[in-house]
């Protein structure tokens, strides 16, 4: 059974405080992806990469970061997390192309900032 | 970029009925995709629908895709209570990250 596991289900962080998110998949995909799901805006990508070292600029990813040092592994970092950012994250993965390519998701964190 | 819109952004409907959902995109695709998410939850891929496909079915699910409208729809025939979930469209334009809509969110009373 594939799987996409993030590491926290709930997380309350203070203003101002470094955040980590991580995010594992154990299906040997290339592609991972960092979204932030806000009611009324939907899914907006923040950080993306296509392989191990490898980044790439979402949508919207100012004040964030992310780093890729195992094919499995994606982290998303919070240099200086502030209220804005209360959100509930989401972590994806896929295989890369040629073809049609799903995303497979993790359970999402919903973190709170103070 | 938001590319896929979905309509309506909720719908309310008894179990036992069809519910259809909408998505409206702006540029050319390969692949046009939906996906499903529980509240609180992470999305589940449900369909893909290739961009020189029309029509494809999966259990009770049946997708369209009109690209000279820019337009997909999904049918969920016989809705049940256990449908109750946000549906959200994809649109695959082939260089670049998926690109989600907003979501449905549908309601199934028992």
Known sequence: DVKVTQSSRYLVKRTGE????????????ENMFWYRQDPGLGLRLIYFSYDVKMKEKGDI?????????????????????????????????????????EQFFGPGTRLTVL | SQQGEEDPQA???QEGENATMNCSYKTSINNLQWYRQNSGRGLVHLILIRSNER??????????????????????????????????CATDSGNTPLVFGKGTRLSVIA
């Not at chain 1, 592994?73 to 989401?90: C, D, G, K, V």
């Not at chain 2, 494809?56 to 337009?71: A, E, I, P, Y």
């Open chain 2, 11 to 13: 719908l309310s409907i």
């Open chain 1, 18 to 29: 470094k955040v980590f998110l991580e995010c594992v998949q154990d299906m040997d995909h």
């Open chain 1, 61 to 101: 990813p100012e004040g964030y970061s992310v780093s890729r040092e195992k094919k499995e592994r994606f982290s998303l970092i919070l240099e200086s997390a502030s209220t804005n950012q209360t959100s509930m994250y989401l972590c994806a993965s896929s295989p890369r192309g040629p073809g049609d390519n």
């Open chain 2, 55 to 88: 029509e494809k079915h999966s259990g009770r699910l049946r997708v369209t895709l009109d690209t000279s409208k820019k337009s997909s729809s999904l049918l969920i025939t016989a809705s049940r209570a256990a449908d109750t979930a946000s549906y959200f």
